[in-house]
């Protein structure tokens, strides 16, 4: 079936709709590093992450019929879609979530988008793509950046978070991985069909750890608690998903992509004034090493 035009690409210009949707979804993710880290407090990662996945990818299926997207999978494309599920979403919800143990909020932040860096460096082994000198040097000063925020200016502060920032670079790497592994092997499925199934594999072991291993209780979960629940699965998994569909159909690809760049910056700001995490100048410095590295690298 075809998707109606909310979702159907038209010429590649700049339209205000486009950037609103664009925008609506950096903050939409930006937040959900502030409200993923208060969320740690009552209820654990993995089980937090996986059910809100779960749920999410329940209302973008029902949102897929909604819009008459066809949600059936053909056969041959069920092994591609499982390793890339669990690449994209079960490394990330899962790996990310635990990060957050150790990290706080702003630092998984400015980690998570080192992606671009990771997926360059994988296309140009896996699928032959050039890196030009421009963008090698971008991506070194956006990696020196991810250096000046690992780097803390006491050992025991650095170990202390060294865990979490192992796991955030992993989950980095991992989703880097299945988006060249995409390119290798596309999905020719519609967008938000594609999300639900996507989302709904790769957040179901995440669950199920989470709810033999860790054994949460709902009532544990205090107004807040449940309201970052709320976040997590309506605006993070979903409105933010439909939006940036919106946003590719309305934007060209280099500017929608440019755009998630304030997904840190918001995240950095958010954390600082939800939580009262630190913004001085070295986490400026790093926004502004990773940030404008890898924007130079996406447009070279």
């Known amino acids: 079936m ?3 035009t909310f979702f159907r690409v038209t010429p590649q210009a700049i339209t205000p709709a486009g950037l ?7 903050v939409g993710w930006g937040l959900n590093f502030p409200v993923m880290k208060f969320l740690l407090s009552e209820w654990p990662p993995l089980a937090s992450r996986g059910l809100a996945g779960l749920v999410g990818a329940a209302l973008l299926a029902l949102a897929a019929l909604t819009l008459k997207q066809d949600l059936r999978v053909p056969r041959h494309l069920w092994p591609r879609l499982i390793g890339i599920s669990l690449l994209t979403i079960t490394c990330w919800v899962s790996l990310m979530g635990l990060a957050l143990v150790w990290l706080p909020a702003s630092q998984a932040a400015v980690i998570a988008i080192s992606v671009p860096i990771w997926v360059s460096l994988m296309a140009w082994k896996v699928l032959g793509e050039r890196i030009s000198l421009l963008r090698g040097l971008a991506l070194a000063v956006a990696l020196a950046g991810i250096v000046i925020l690992i780097g803390a200016t006491r050992i025991d502060v650095s170990a202390s978070t060294l865990p979490g920032v192992l796991l955030a670079l992993a989950a980095a790497i991992c989703v880097a991985a299945g988006t060249v592994a995409l390119k290798r092997f596309p999905l020719p499925m519609p967008p938000l069909a594609l999300s639900a199934w996507q989302i709904g594999l790769g957040c179901l072991p995440v669950a199920v750890a989470g709810f033999v291993v860790e054994r949460p209780s709902f009532t544990s979960l205090s107004a807040a608690g ?4 709320f976040y997590l699965t ?3 998994f979903c409105v933010a998903y439909v939006c940036w569909f919106a946003a590719l159909a309305r934007l060209p ?10 997904v840190p910056v918001i ?3 958010a954390s600082a004034l939800m939580l009262s995490e630190p913004l001085g100048l070295r986490e400026i410095v790093v926004l502004v090493f990773t940030v404008g590295g890898v924007a130079v690298a996406m447009r070279s």
Not at 226 to 229: D, F, G, T
Not at 254 to 262: D, E, F
């Open 2 to 4: 075809s998707s109606p």
């Open 20 to 26: 609103l949707f664009l925008a609506t979804t950096s």
């Open 226 to 229: 449940w309201l970052s629940m």
């Open 234 to 236: 309506v605006i993070q």
């Open 253 to 262: 690809a280099s500017t929608a992509s440019i755009g998630t760049l304030m």
């Open 267 to 269: 995240g950095v700001a």
